[in-house]
């Protein structure tokens, strides 16, 4: 039991920092932050726009976090809102918010294909499949033991 909590903490501590250090050297290009990256790629898979709440639940990020990416990506031309100036208005990308978004795609796709390198795709529906279901249950247990709120 001790090795699997180690192997699963270890692998998902060091896919993280993995994860964080791409972000952050990819965008820098661009004039972005790691933090932007997670805000552009939902945007981009919702043309239609998402509010501030919807992000929050998307990127797994909290309100002020979302609220300064948010912030920090209108001021650089990236993002816009439709509406009120709200945490319910409706936000989406600029064109050249689109643009960065559409670059940065690339890199996810490149970054994807090249850490899955080596996987079938049963193997590839077999790992997401466990990952999720041990993030339910972690969650459902955090709730029923430690009674605390969503992440």
């Given at each position: 039991m001790n090795q699997r909590f180690d192997a699963f903490v270890?692998?998902?501590?060091?896919?993280?920092?993995?994860?964080?250090?791409?972000?952050?050297?990819?965008v820098t290009d661009f004039g972005l932050k790691g933090a932007h990256v997670m805000c552009m790629f939902h945007l981009n898979q919702h043309p239609e726009g998402l509010t501030a709440s919807q992000l929050c639940t998307l990127c797994a990020e909290d309100k002020a976090a979302v609220s300064r990416t948010i912030s920090s990506l209108r001021e650089g031309g990236y993002v816009q809102s439709q509406g009120a100036k709200s945490y319910r208005a409706v936000l989406s990308?600029?064109?050249?918010?689109?643009?960065?978004?559409?670059?940065?795609?690339?890199?996810?796709?490149?970054?994807v294909s090249a850490c899955g390198c080596g996987l079938t795709e049963e193997e590839r529906r077999n790992f997401y499949f466990g990952l999720n279901l041990i993030a339910e249950n972690m969650r459902s247990k955090m709730e029923q033991d430690l009674k605390l709120n969503d992440i």
């Open positions: 270890t692998g998902i501590t060091l896919c993280y920092k993995y994860i964080q250090k791409i972000k952050t050297a990819e990308l600029t064109e050249r918010g689109k643009a960065v978004a559409e670059k940065i795609g690339g890199v996810i796709s490149d970054w």
